[in-house]
């Protein structure tokens, strides 16, 4: 196992900037996320990691070792590819035993080695079929147990469960966080779904435009975003735009007639800027809390009943702001509902993008 | 093969390859624009079928019963003419005899033909096999500037006439930097028949590997090499054999078109008796030259070639498990 230190790493592609300036550590045994929309780079910047593509700039480390040069073949790295990749013309033992064999292990280890692995991802008795003969999730395990057997130094997920479907999805992502936390093995995790990154990561990084933005454990990111991209492309959430009034004793700020009280977590927001406020919708209480809030009255503008809760949008002074209402609490359409957020749960950013 | 070249045959040489290069460079043009990668590859190919009423099926396998037999005629003819002893007058034959077929294997002058044209084919095919390959690789697979040009210089051949390249290369090697070496036409020209050979059916083993390769999705090779394959061991392991069918494919196809070349077997066959090819073998009989002097003994080794055709086309089919024939012929 080791520890992964990316370096000041940038690629072009012509004009193209796919990852720009990258650095970032990845610790001994940690499951770590890229995570960001399509073209963000991540795939990129893992294909670096794993010797696929040359950076235009900057190092990667293995361990503090230059591995910046090395082809692929050497780095010892496992990637599970989008599309898992299984070669064809070859069987599950064949695809499986591909990376053993070709680190010349004799037969009789390659035998038990495969049959072990493939009995961890739940395929036994699949070893003479061809990949076209197993469905999706079956064929992903195999991608899985292909990487898995060379016990590499590194495993690379690139969006792995992208095409499962949602059930088999919840189901695949807590097998590879359990095998993983049984392996302990360094694991990169390229994904641009929010949810799956949360579940499964030690610690996420945000990448846009080819940089990381901020780099966090999953509550952090979540819950003390440090730019507008970052709130808006975690989870749901209302954002408003106003002035801030006083930077005294939290960020105050005036949208038209309302006015909002919140954390400035970035240190970056003064007094008369023009600033965002994000606030997502299960922080919203009923009932007023102990703690300090902000209160906010509208018209219920429209309800949907999700399950857990009722989605609802309140129009309020015009600005349109999504609450997840419990339930037993009636909020009908055309209704008015007063709720309140916690100055904690006010999330104040400034708007520089 | 002495005496000028008129400038009307360059320049309709010129013309048919200028019109060649043009649609190929737009087919080139439309194909690039888009990718036609499926990681399935190597997978079968199931399709959906439906049965039509029971008229419409007499109506198509009428339809194509017709179209066949109309298609067969000189197939027919020609077996005809190398199954039986004509009369000197009337319209039927008189006698079926097996006598043009064994000519096939006993006359020294046929078997000669015969030999040498399974020879310059089977050599020329490998060299296709092992170039056409290559070539075919990195144009697919290689990000290097010239790949294009390289594209283009593989498959241009096609559109060459075969006696214009014929001459070309007479002219060419029959100067006296060549003067009694093995590439001197008036010295041997089997050399240079192998030479035109390749060049000529180059095109057919490229196009077929390309295809392929085209299929292979990158993420095939990136998972070898990621591994810790080499890309030596990439390439035999994974790349050879997902496109193994492919390059059968263009061998066959070529193999095929190098025994029934005609235009420069005609040309550079005629230097050297016992060099000849079947086609200019066939040639000699039809123009009454030939020593044999049957037209029948041509018949008979027009069913060879067309039985090679058709040998191939049946592996093709059943060898390869292919569904759909690749074969033009």
Known sequence: MVEIELRNLTKLFGDVVAADHINLTIEDGEFFTLLGPSGCGKTTTMRMIAGLEFPTEGRVLFDDHDVTGLPSFERNTGMVFQNYALWPHLKVFENVAYGLNVRKIPKGQVKERVLGILDQVELEGMEDRFPTQLSGGQQQRVALARVLVINPAVLLLDEPLSNLDANLRVQMREEIKALQRRLKITTVYVTHDQEEAMSVSDRIAIQNHGRVRQIGSPTEIYNVPQDIFIATFMGRGTLLEGEVTSTEGGVHMRIGNITLQGLDSTGRIKQGDKAACVIRPENYCIDEPIEPSNVLEGEVEWASFIGPYTEVRLDVDRHKVLVDVPPGVEAPVGGRLKVYIPYKNTIMLPLEE | ?329
Not at chain 2, 3 to 16: F, H, N, T, W, Y
Not at chain 2, 60 to 88: D, E, H, K, R
Not at chain 2, 125 to 154: E, F, N, Q
Not at chain 2, 258 to 274: C, F, K, N, P, Q
Request: net charge positive; proline share 4%.
């Open chain 2, 1 to 329: 093969m002495t005496g000028d070249i008129s400038p009307k045959v360059s320049a309709l040489a010129l013309l048919i390859m200028m019109v060649t290069v043009l649609s190929y460079a737009l087919v080139k043009y439309y194909t690039s624009r888009r990718s036609y990668t499926m990681i399935s590859k190597g997978g079968r190919w199931s399709p959906r079928l439906r049965k039509p009423r029971a008229g419409i099926q007499l109506l198509v396998v009428g339809g194509l019963l017709l179209l066949f037999i109309l298609g067969a005629m000189p197939q027919l003819g020609t077996f005809v003419l190398a199954s039986t002893n004509w009369a000197n007058s009337g319209t039927f034959p008189t006698k079926i005899t097996g006598e043009y077929f064994r000519a096939l294997t006993t006359n020294r002058d046929v078997v000669r033909a015969i030999l040498n044209s399974l020879g310059y084919s089977v050599v020329a095919v490998a060299i296709m096999m092992v170039v056409g390959s290559s070539i075919s690789y990195v144009v697919a697979k290689r990000d290097i500037p010239t790949k294009s040009l390289l594209d283009l210089l593989a498959t241009v051949p096609v559109s060459v006439p075969g006696v214009s390249l014929a001459v070309s290369y007479f002219l060419f090697f029959s100067t006296p930097f060549f003067r009694g070496s093995l590439l001197d036409p008036l010295t041997d020209p089997a050399l240079l028949l192998i030479l035109a050979y390749t060049i000529r059916r180059l095109p057919f083993m490229t196009r077929s590997v390309y295809a392929g390769l085209q299929q292979i999705d990158k993420s095939l090779e990136e998972a070898s090499l990621n591994l810790g394959a080499t890309r030596t061991t990439t390439l035999g392991k994974i790349v050879i054999p997902l496109i193994v069918t492919n390059v059968i494919s263009g061998a066959l196809l070529s193999f095929v078109y190098s025994m029934a070349e005609v235009s420069t077997s005609i040309t550079l066959g005629a230097l050297r008796e016992d060099r000849v090819p079947i086609t200019f073998f066939i040639s000699q009989i039809v123009y009454g030259t030939a020593a044999v002097g049957a037209v029948s003994i041509g018949a008979s080794l027009c069913i060879l070639l067309m039985t090679v055709q058709i040998t191939a086309m049946a592996v093709s089919n059943y060898v390869l498990k292919q569904k759909t024939s690749f074969l033009g012929v």
